[in-house]
């Protein structure tokens, strides 16, 4: 008796059963569903501190002690904005101040540096770039007293300069580095060509570099940015004058305003909503041109 042509066939020629179509597609489907419920999960946790707190803004003191911090959106009182405003607006107006001269003064230095380590030829270059970066290893904490002692022998203390110094000369490792990265993609026929029709280093630097790396120099403007914004510790240390406090040394003093006096807590909930509030927008607005820049400029790191 003759076996069938399917016999003959090897192993790895034979028709597969149907069965063996099903299981990895409801694999795929189980796998899809639990990744679904895992990133709602993520999602869920990463924003409801913030629904939380938006929450909490709009009650009143009494409801907050009534009812529970934990009860999602049972009145809607705007006044505590009002009354958050009133307290925060003069640090929110420094930090705006003391951020906007540190992106200047910062970016503008990291980007000066930067090309020099890109483009310029001198002797020791790579030694001298590598302890600048060496710079990122050492905790901010521990610049903390001779930075104190800097600022004090230049009689900066208690002014927005002990601020604004100090955060555009921190930034600047870590910018260089993002920044030198972005500048060795720019090419050098482009830049020679520029050279041959008697262009100085400086027009080069305005007229062809400064176009293309709009994107990472905005980026660093936002690192910088956020660097000031949160910082709470530098401007305790080295501002007395309430008036010059910046935000997050503006919150602290601003929560501490009320002692225990719980009629005001939603007010300190809406101050929170309010400080958060830019940096969301700048990051959200500006999150492509972050990204872009960030990946552009770590090509060649």
């Not at 293309?212 to 956020?226: H, K, W």
Request: proline fraction near 5%; aromatic fraction near 12%; glycine fraction near 6%.
């Amino acid at each position: 008796m003759s076996a069938s042509p399917a016999a003959l066939l090897p192993n790895a020629h034979r028709p597969a059963r149907a069965g063996r179509w099903v299981k990895p597609s409801r694999r795929r489907a189980v796998y899809a569903a639990i990744t679904v419920v895992a990133g709602a999960f993520l999602v869920l946790m990463t924003y409801f501190p913030l629904i939380f707190v938006a929450s909490n803004s709009l009650k009143s003191g009494g409801n907050i002690f009534t009812n529970g911090v934990f009860t999602l959106f049972n009145q809607f009182d705007f006044h505590n904005y009002a009354v958050a405003w009133s307290g925060i607006d003069q640090p929110l107006l420094n930090t705006v101040i003391v951020a906007a001269l540190s992106v200047v003064i910062g970016v503008l230095a990291a980007a000066l540096g930067a090309y020099a380590f890109s483009q310029l030829r001198f002797r020791g270059k790579s030694v001298l770039f590598m302890a600048y970066v060496c710079l990122l290893f050492v905790p901010w904490t521990l610049t903390l007293i001779p930075l104190f002692l800097t600022v004090q022998k230049l009689h900066m203390f208690n002014t927005w300069w002990a601020l604004i110094l100090p955060y555009s000369a921190t930034a600047q490792p870590l910018l260089v580095l993002i920044f030198r990265g972005f500048f060795d993609q720019i090419p050098d026929e482009l830049l020679q060509s520029a050279r041959v029709d008697g262009c100085s280093e400086r027009q080069v630097l305005r007229r062809v570099v400064a176009p293309l790396t709009r994107p990472i120099l905005f980026t660093g403007a936002i690192l910088v940015t956020i660097n000031v914004w949160g910082d709470y510790l530098w401007p305790t240390i080295v501002i007395q004058d309430p008036h010059r406090l910046t935000i997050s040394a503006g919150m602290i003093q601003f929560v501490n305003s009320f002692g225990v006096n719980l009629s005001e807590g939603g007010a300190v909930f809406a101050a929170y909503i309010i400080v958060t509030a830019p940096m969301f927008l700048l990051v959200g607005l500006s999150m492509r041109y972050f990204v872009s820049g960030l990946t552009e400029g770590a090509l060649k790191l």
